[in-house]
């Protein structure tokens, strides 16, 4: 059974910086894609940025992108978003996400069979 949770959301004043990490298990194929998704109050789920478990591919939406980077540790199997600048309208549900095969570039939540319980960002002064 696949799992995936997430950790390190929290509390953080505007300009500071969160590291989230994304624990995979379960996974029978070699090769898998996680993803990061967050879920802004009064907004659709949106994609952030996705990896290769492998860490050899990432790519990170152009609206985060110079404050958000996405890395992998395969033999930890986990995934980091990190987070810098903050802003407040970063606050919201951070959710990773998966699925088995090969890497793409691609953010669309129904591409991705697997997903965390959620962790809860908050950036207030």
């Known amino acids: 059974e696949v799992q995936l949770v997430e950790s390190g959301g929290g509390l953080v004043q505007p300009g500071g910086s969160l590291r989230l990490s994304c624990s995979a298990s379960?996974?029978?194929?070699?090769?898998?894609?996680i993803a990061w998704f967050r879920q802004v109050s009064g907004k659709e789920r949106e994609g952030i940025g996705c990896?290769?478990?492998?860490?050899?591919?990432?790519y990170v939406k152009d609206s985060v992108k110079g404050r958000f980077t996405i890395s992998s540790d395969n033999a930890k199997k986990t995934v980091y978003l990190q987070m810098n600048s903050l802003k407040p309208e970063d606050t919201g549900i951070y959710y990773c996400?998966?699925?088995?095969?090969?890497?793409?570039?691609?953010?669309?939540?129904?591409?991705?069979?697997?997903w965390g319980q959620g962790t809860q960002v908050t950036v207030s002064s």
């Open positions: 996400a998966a699925y088995s095969g090969p890497w793409y570039p691609i953010l669309e939540s129904d591409d991705y069979h697997y």
């Open positions: 379960g996974f029978a194929a070699s090769t898998y894609n």
């Open positions: 990896t290769a478990n492998s860490g050899e591919f990432t």
